[in-house]
């Protein structure tokens, strides 16, 4: 008897879930809000006005080398702020613009914050210097 009635409130439940079928439209729009070819078209040129392929290279050197040899804090966002500004004088091929304290940072990696590469970057770039100031003083 209780299982005929739990058989007949889940047929009315299925029965319910079937008969209300809504129709969902992206972001709420009906078909006739979607724009059609043209529109689609100037849609497409007011994005095209925006730079979405310049990165990092947009930037000054000068400001680069600002955030690189500004070596104190260990915050989070610092340290991943100079890493990433050190991998991009890295990438234009420009560390050795960077001033031999602010390198010395890096080379000795106190807290391993930086990573090896960057490490290995700033020590030869501070050996280059040795071995250019060991020829000229000879």
């Not at 009315?12 to 059609?36: F, R």
């Not at 925006?50 to 500004?70: H, T």
Request: hydrophobic share 35%; glycine share 6%.
């Amino acid at each position: 008897m209780v299982w005929n009635t739990i058989r007949e409130k889940k047929s009315e439940v299925n029965n319910m879930a079937t008969s209300k079928i809504i129709e969902m439209h992206p972001s709420g729009k009906t078909l006739s809000d979607i724009p059609s070819g043209e529109n689609i078209k100037s849609s497409f040129s007011r994005r095209s006005e925006k730079d979405l392929a310049g990165g990092m290279e947009m930037l000054d050197l000068d400001f680069l080398l600002s955030i690189v040899e500004n070596t104190e804090g260990n915050d989070k966002n610092d340290v991943a702020m100079r890493r990433l500004t050190f991998d991009e004088l890295l990438r234009r091929e420009q560390q050795d613009t960077v001033d031999s304290n602010s390198l010395k940072v890096y080379a000795i990696n106190e807290g391993e914050l930086y990573g090896k590469v960057i490490q290995c970057e700033a020590m030869k770039v501070l050996t280059e210097r040795t071995a250019r100031k060991g020829k000229h003083s000879d």
